[in-house]
């Protein structure tokens, strides 16, 4: 009789760890208050992307996982990389030309390349190449942050990454990506981006000085 209590128990505590576990997936999985009557198709959202990457004005910052923080300033296809405060890339899509900044215990390098182009299928470092040619889902629609954004879902065998989308300017806001810890929990990683319209100014994408700098030229 002991034993079967012991077993009655042990069975309701696994029922309830599993219940808890079950919830946490829905809830770290599931993107609530969503409205879904007005769907997308995938050309739409590639066409609404395209809009964004030609968005001619615009500041953003983020943190990544490791907690440094990176900030892009665009304007008139130009546009000034900085992480952690300090410039790493600077590209003129206008003349083709690009500088990246290295820096060592000794020495400050800037490399200067003629060879800049705006790659397809991307806005300033975040590439939506999955959605044109994994499978594509629209989520829905709301107001998040003061914006009307839509969300959509790729699927690559499993790999699901989510992308939150500025409905007015085609700006991607935030990208969703998951995977699994121990192999049954969901974890979810998210390149949430703080974006403010039409504040950048000449000054803040302006060619960087390089007077102290190591220049080296690529061909």
């Known amino acids: ?73 665009v304007k008139d296809n130009t546009y000034s990389f900085n992480l952690d405060g300090e410039l790493k890339m600077w590209e003129n899509y206008n003349t083709n030309e690009s500088i990246m900044i ?8 800037a490399g200067i390349s003629n060879n800049a182009h705006k790659e397809e299928y991307s806005q300033i470092h975040l590439s939506y190449t999955p959605i044109t040619t994994d499978e594509y889902k629209y989520l829905g629609e709301k107001e998040q942050d003061g914006r009307q954004v839509i969300y959509i879902e790729t699927n690559d065998n499993g790999f699901i990454e989510k992308y939150v989308i500025d409905k007015e300017t085609g700006l991607i806001v935030n990208k969703i990506n998951y995977y699994k810890r121990f192999l049954i929990f969901t974890v979810k990683s998210e390149s949430k981006r703080d974006i403010k319209l039409d504040v950048v100014t000449d000054e803040n994408v302006a060619r960087p000085d390089l007077s102290s700098y190591t220049v080296v030229e690529s061909e």
């Open 102 to 109: 290295f820096k060592t215990k000794d020495n400050s390098i």
């Open 1 to 73: 009789m002991k034993a079967k209590k012991i077993l009655l128990i042990i069975i309701c505590i696994l029922i309830i760890i599993i219940a808890i576990w079950a919830i946490r997936e829905f809830i770290v999985c599931h993107d609530f208050g969503l409205n879904k009557s007005n769907p997308m198709s995938k050309e739409e959202v590639l066409n609404l992307l395209k809009k964004g990457s030609e968005y001619p004005n615009y500041y953003c910052t983020y943190t990544d996982d490791s907690n440094f923080k990176y900030e892009i300033y």
